[in-house]
């Protein structure tokens, strides 16, 4: 008998501020190291995702989201190289310095700096599952699959 699937539920920021967006780069983690990545995590037993959404963002950049803010852009189905999958909520917040303050690298054991770049323009070591959520939110698509055949 074959195992039901298991898909972890991740939620993933897009801090958007004159169509740039805020990415993390990676480091010492043993995941996705060496690559640029959204501000995400996986959600904990019995969180929603908004809840999810702010906790990350306030653990991973220091940033302060009321939870009416986020207004989910996309859903992104991934497959990694190993062949597990996961379900990303892609949330985006137009980022305001007075209400957010600015963020900073506040997982410095996990990433080596945060950055802006483009939406348009990823720097190509970007994880195939970060920028097939820029690319859904860049172009309006509700629903993305990343790493399917």
Known sequence: MIAPPVHPVDVL????HAGHVLL???EDTGYA??????????L????????GLVREAREEIGVRLDPA???MVTTVHHRNSAGLA????????????????EPVNAEPHKCTKIEWFPADML?????????ACVRAFHDGEPLALSGWS
């Open 86 to 101: 996961r379900v990303g909520l892609a949330f985006a917040v137009p980022f305001d310095p007075a209400r957010h303050g």
């Open 69 to 71: 803010e986020p207004r």
């Open 24 to 26: 993390a780069l990676r």
């Open 123 to 131: 720097p190509p070591n970007t994880y195939p599952y970060t920028a």
């Open 33 to 42: 190291d060496g690559q640029w990545n959204l501000p995400s995590g996986k």
């Open 13 to 16: 920021l897009l801090l958007t």
């Open 44 to 51: 904990e037993v019995g969180e929603d995702a908004i809840s």
